[in-house]
Nanobody
């Protein structure tokens, strides 16, 4: 089970950190990711981090330099630090657990959290 939380309402230029707590499976062995879905749009990839964390991170071009994904394997938690937020970042954010330890663009995502909503006001 993946539980995402931390969403809310923030002004443009502000910051927020999302968290996703995992339970019931081998969190430490798999890549973790964040996705988002804006109203009327398809779900899109935001960021991913390999099983071993550190600098093994990947980002969508739209968030590169503003968002940072990290993980704490001791706490079974993955984070998404979001800075310099823009109104176009408004979406429901989902965390997901991958099927591999290392990120691959074509690899499936096996488990999904319920989503947490972010609204960025202009």
């Amino acid at each position: 089970q993946l539980q995402a939380y931390g969403g809310g309402l923030v002004q443009a230029g502000g910051s927020l950190r999302l968290s996703c707590a995992a339970s019931g499976r081998s969190f430490n062995s798999y890549v973790m990711g964040w996705f988002r879905q804006a109203p009327g749009k398809e779900r899109e990839f935001v960021a991913a981090i390999n099983w071993n964390g550190g600098t093994s991170t990947y980002y969508a071009d739209s968030v590169k330099g503003r968002f940072t994904i990290s993980r704490d394997n001791a706490k079974n938690t993955v984070y998404l630090q979001m800075n310099s937020l823009k109104p176009e970042d408004t979406a429901v954010y989902y965390c997901a657990q991958g099927s591999t330890g290392l990120y691959r663009r074509d690899a499936p995502w096996n488990y999904w959290g319920q989503g947490t909503e972010l609204t960025v006001s202009s």
